[in-house]
């Protein structure tokens, strides 16, 4: 069974940093590119960075460039993001996503459940 | 960057014919994905590639993508199609996945 697993949310104030972390099981790691996605309350879906399947390419959203960084560990199964200069437009529930295979431009055929990450003072 | 337009909601009766709009500019040049979202659920992918299904989604779910308007078509709704739906497409130029801001579907 496929499953991936977020932690690492929670409450920071602005200009704090957090990591989040996704385990990844049940299926091949580095078959996969992988994505970040986040959902902010009400609101619609936003691409926020993806990696390749061998972590040498990763592509952030405009709003988190030179913020956030994306990193994988293919030996342990796991997908990170870490999140410097924290904003309040950040507040989200933060999904780990796959894509279908190794294609940069596939679509996306899992999801986690998410963790929130609640910026506010 | 490329951006998608959804309309926020569409109501249908159940057993009738749900037609959602996911608008772009030549948008029929690219592949168009969309997911299903319950609430308190993550999405999960329905059509892919605008016209396929993943395994286990039923037949009454179809998409189509020509011109300017990708559509995903729920055939003899049901009050369990009650989600929200989601378009994504590539953005070439961004080299990224957008996403369209979701349409929410209330079954009368």
């Known amino acids: 069974e496929v499953q991936l697993v977020e932690s690492g949310g929670g409450l920071v104030q602005p200009g704090r940093s957090l990591r989040l972390s996704c385990a990844a099981s049940?299926?091949?790691?580095?078959?996969?590119?992988m994505h970040w996605v986040r959902q902010a309350p009400g609101k619609g879906l936003e691409w926020v960075s993806g990696i390749s399947w061998d972590g040498r390419i990763v592509n952030y959203a405009d709003s988190v460039k030179g913020r956030f960084t994306m990193s994988r560990d293919n030996a342990k199964n796991s997908l990170y993001l870490q999140m410097n200069s924290l904003r309040a437009e950040d507040t989200a529930l933060y999904y780990c996503?796959?894509?279908?295979?190794?294609?940069?431009?596939?679509?996306?055929?899992?999801w986690g459940q998410g963790t929130r990450v609640t910026v506010s003072s | 960057s490329y951006v998608l337009t959804q309309p926020p909601s569409v109501s249908v009766a159940p057993g009738q014919t749900a037609r959602m709009t996911c608008g772009g500019d030549?948008?029929?040049?690219?592949?168009v994905h969309w997911y299903q979202q319950k609430p308190g659920q993550a999405p999960a992918l329905v059509v892919y590639?605008?016209?396929s299904r993943p395994s286990g989604i039923p037949e009454r779910f179809s998409g189509s993508n020509s011109g300017n308007t990708a559509t995903l078509t729920i055939s003899r709704v049901e009050a369990g199609d009650e989600a929200d739906y989601h378009c994504q497409a590539w953005d070439s130029r961004g080299d990224h996945p957008v996403f369209g801001g979701g349409t929410k579907l209330t079954v009368l």
């Open positions: 996503v796959r894509a279908y295979s190794t294609s940069w431009s596939g679509y996306s055929d899992f």
């Open positions: 030549n948008i029929g040049s690219k592949t």
């Open positions: 590639d605008d016209v």
């Open positions: 049940g299926f091949t790691f580095d078959d996969h590119v």
